[in-house]
């Protein structure tokens, strides 16, 4: 690095080595859901159980976020990446070692561990090694991996356990990391390291509860009940620890989240923006493979084709919106791309029965083009107003963030659909009941048929409705949730307004004081 820290301009063959490492750990982690099935009859163990190789990752990677920002300040972007990777690489060749379900979830929490620092730290390595004016369009490609991965990842897991054994959809990370590893230690530049930096014990112990029992009550809730006593508590627990971690951060020097950062009024619109967009995107996401797997009656493979464009269209979009923020800056690029995604987004509350799949992939491209066009303008404009010194800190503070905002959405959205298809099947059975003239024609007709006379004929035609009304409860119940969707996307229009409309931020040279 040079004194004033503009980075050389040869960044892109090191950028592709930033890109690689977190496409890998995205891919990953999307395309194992769809093995959870095969994993269960091998392993022999229930859904819940088969869930936590899910959860398990979730939370490692919700606790490490945060100090990943030390560890590049103490020992460098460069070695904390090479690190990361490492213990990745070694997490998903235990995973494809395993021999139970248990040692499957210790080798997740492994893998998390490194998987979780992937993200924040390639970030920061992206600020230290790329110019301030070309900063979006590199931004732009490193999106593409956070884009791209999700939406193959099914895919490649529906084809893996098909053809291959589930064991591949682990072990093919080693060979990337191995190749990532590798280029990142030739190409990668050396960033400074402060060995003298002390360690923040008590916050990092306080964060790593907070952040577990946060994320654990937000991916429990659902099934335990939100007014049971142990996601009660786990809620009320992690609050006070995250208050108490808050207190501990604003009264010591060098913290291990600056949350004084929050002062930067630029960068607390940035990420409260970017929440309300992962609210509202990543807990829409859910949804749609919800309606058409249990509704339409695709497998995860025709669900990951059928979502393909969408992500190609993101994919192209993030280059795109990141030059055009470095020539024209964040807020008309934002404000265009969240209208984009509330539009689409909104049109998703008319799905039926009767839906098509070019429909429901055009919409879905539709809601990706303003996707691409937003989210990235919304995190840059944040990033770009942060002293360099303090760049590191600042992404594991905005991942963070959208780790739980993502969560919360997920946790949220479930149980509004839940509550609002109760809602809907309890009005479909009183106006559809054995006396309706609909369903009294129905049975009349069903009992003309050979052997469905008399009792047995109102027995299958009640039987019948009772299956059309839960599914149609269902779809109106995705259709509700998808407008709650939209009022969050909705909401983070105004806060675009306040981004700044200049071709670039300026960059204080001073770190924020306490």
Same mark, same amino acid.
């Given at each position: 690095?040079?004194?004033?820290?503009?980075?050389?301009?040869?960044?892109?063959?090191?950028?592709?080595?930033?890109?690689?490492?977190?496409?890998?750990?995205?891919?990953?982690?999307?395309?194992?859901?769809?093995?959870?099935?095969?994993?269960? *009859?091998?392993?022999?163990?229930?859904?819940?159980?088969?869930?936590?190789?899910?959860?398990?990752?979730?939370?490692?990677?919700? %606790?490490?976020?945060?100090?990943?920002?030390?560890?590049?300040?103490?020992?460098?972007?460069?070695?904390?990446?090479?690190?990361?990777?490492?213990?990745?690489? *070694?997490?998903?060749?235990?995973?494809?070692?395993?021999?139970?379900?248990?040692?499957?979830?210790?080798?997740?929490?492994?893998?998390?561990?490194?998987?979780? *620092?992937?993200?924040?730290?390639?970030?920061?390595?992206?600020?230290?090694?790329?110019?301030?004016?070309?900063?979006?369009?590199?931004?732009?490609?490193?999106?593409?991996?956070?884009?791209?991965?999700?939406?193959?990842?099914?895919?490649?897991?529906? $084809?893996?356990?098909?053809?291959?054994?589930?064991?591949?959809?682990?072990?093919?990370?080693?060979?990337?990391?191995?190749?990532?590893?590798?280029?990142? *230690?030739?190409?990668?530049?050396?960033?400074?390291?402060?060995?003298?930096?002390?360690?923040?014990?008590?916050?990092?112990?306080?964060?790593?509860?907070?952040?577990?029992?946060?994320?654990?009550?937000?991916?429990?809730?659902?099934?335990?009940?939100?007014?049971?006593? $142990?996601?009660?508590?786990?809620?009320?627990?992690?609050?006070?620890?995250?208050?108490?971690?808050?207190?501990?951060?604003?009264?010591?020097? $060098?913290p291990m989240l600056n949350l004084r950062l929050f002062k930067n009024s630029i960068f607390s619109i940035s990420v409260f923006g970017g929440s309300l967009i992962s609210l509202g995107l990543f807990g829409g996401m859910f949804l749609l493979p919800i309606f058409t797997q249990n509704l339409m009656g695709k497998t995860p493979m025709e669900t990951g084709l059928m979502l393909m464009p969408?992500?190609?269209?993101?994919? %192209?979009?993030?280059?795109?919106?990141?030059?055009l923020f470095d020539r024209i800056g964040p807020r008309a690029i934002t404000i265009t791309g969240l209208l984009i995604l509330a539009l689409g987004t909104w049109e998703f509350k008319n799905l039926s029965i009767d839906s098509t799949v070019f429909y429901i992939t055009v919409v879905a491209a539709i809601r990706s083009l303003g996707m691409g066009l937003a989210m990235m303008p919304m995190t840059t404009a944040g990033m770009n107003t942060i002293p360099p010194p303090e760049v590191g800190r600042a992404s594991s503070l905005s991942n963070v963030c959208r780790q739980v905002a993502g969560s919360f959405g997920v946790a949220m959205l479930t149980t509004i659909m839940q509550g609002r298809q109760t809602l809907h099947l309890a009005h479909l059975s009183e106006s559809v009941s054995a006396g309706s003239p609909a369903a009294s024609q129905f049975i009349r007709d069903l009992s003309g048929m050979p052997g469905l006379a008399g009792d047995a004929g109102q027995a299958t035609a009640l039987s019948v409705i009772s299956g059309l009304a839960a599914r149609q409860s269902m779809v109106l119940a995705i259709d509700d949730t998808f407008i709650v969707a939209t009022l969050f996307i909705a909401i983070a229009v105004p806060f675009a307004f306040f981004l700044g409309s200049g071709k670039k931020n300026t960059v204080p040279d001073e770190k924020i004081k306490p």
């Open positions: 690095m040079k004194k004033n820290d503009q980075p050389s301009v040869s960044f892109w063959i090191p950028l592709f080595v930033v890109v690689l490492g977190a496409f890998a750990a995205i891919l990953n982690n999307s395309s194992i859901n769809v093995a959870l099935p095969k994993m269960m *009859a091998i392993f022999g163990v229930s859904a819940d159980e088969a869930q936590w190789v899910l959860t398990a990752y979730m939370l490692t990677s919700g %606790v490490v976020i945060p100090v990943t920002g030390y560890l590049g300040d103490a020992f460098g972007t460069k070695r904390t990446y090479l690190f990361a990777l490492a213990v990745f690489m *070694a997490g998903s060749l235990l995973c494809g070692l395993a021999w139970s379900n248990n040692s499957l979830i210790v080798a997740r929490i492994i893998q998390g561990i490194g998987g979780g *620092a992937i993200m924040p730290v390639s970030m920061a390595i992206v600020y230290r090694i790329v110019p301030r004016n070309k900063i979006g369009t590199a931004l732009g490609v490193w999106g593409m991996a956070v884009i791209t991965a999700p939406a193959i990842g099914p895919t490649l897991g529906g $084809y893996v356990v098909d053809h291959m054994s589930w064991r591949f959809l682990f072990t093919l990370n080693v060979p990337v990391a191995v190749l990532a590893i590798a280029l990142g *230690a030739m190409l990668l530049p050396e960033s400074g390291a402060n060995r003298d930096l002390k360690f923040d014990l008590w916050g990092f112990l306080t964060s790593a509860i907070g952040c577990f029992t946060l994320l654990l009550a937000l991916s429990q809730g659902h099934k335990e009940g939100w007014d049971s006593f $142990y996601i009660i508590f786990l809620l009320i627990f992690s609050l006070s620890m995250l208050l108490l971690f808050v207190m501990i951060e604003l009264s010591i020097p $060098y969408a992500a190609l269209v993101s994919a %192209v979009m993030m280059p795109i919106s990141g030059h």
